[in-house]
Nanobody, 119 residues
Framework: QVQMVESGGGLVRTGGSLRLSCAPSTTLYHPDVMAWYRQAPGKQLELVASITDAGSTTYSDSVKGRFTVSRDNAKPTVFLQMNNLKPEDSAVYYC?????????????WGQGTHVTVSS
């Protein structure tokens, strides 16, 4: 079973930057959509950003202009560059990979990485 592994979370001051990475624990062929979600305490899971295998990206309104999602298809790895961080960005960030390679649609999630932005 593929497990996604996130890294790069931590504590940062308001206005700072972090770069999250997410890679599979074992071989993963041809991921389609790679995405980042986040969940703050007491709030619902929120889609932050996603990127297709063709490089098309989407962002939530709350992070547009501050966050950039990218991917390295060779690994495959998905990144989230977070700039100008705000306290409301504090959450556990999860990556999700969707693939339909040689079978029905499957989703693989990571266990999350904590991001805390201090004011």
């Amino acid at each position: 079973q593929v497990q996604m592994v996130e890294s790069g979370g931590g504590l940062v001051r308001t206005g700072g930057s972090l770069r999250l990475s997410c890679a599979p624990s074992t071989t993963l062929y041809h991921p389609d959509v790679m995405a980042w979600y986040r969940q703050a305490p007491g709030k619902q899971l929120e889609l932050v950003a996603s990127i297709t295998d063709a490089g098309s990206t989407t962002y939530s309104d709350s992070v547009k202009g501050r966050f950039t999602v990218s991917r390295d298809n060779a690994k495959p790895t998905v990144f989230l560059q977070m700039n100008n961080l705000k306290p409301e960005d504090s959450a556990v960030y999860y990556c999700k990979v969707e693939t339909t390679f040689l079978g029905p649609r499957r989703n693989y999630w990571g266990q999350g990485t904590h991001v805390t932005v201090s004011s």
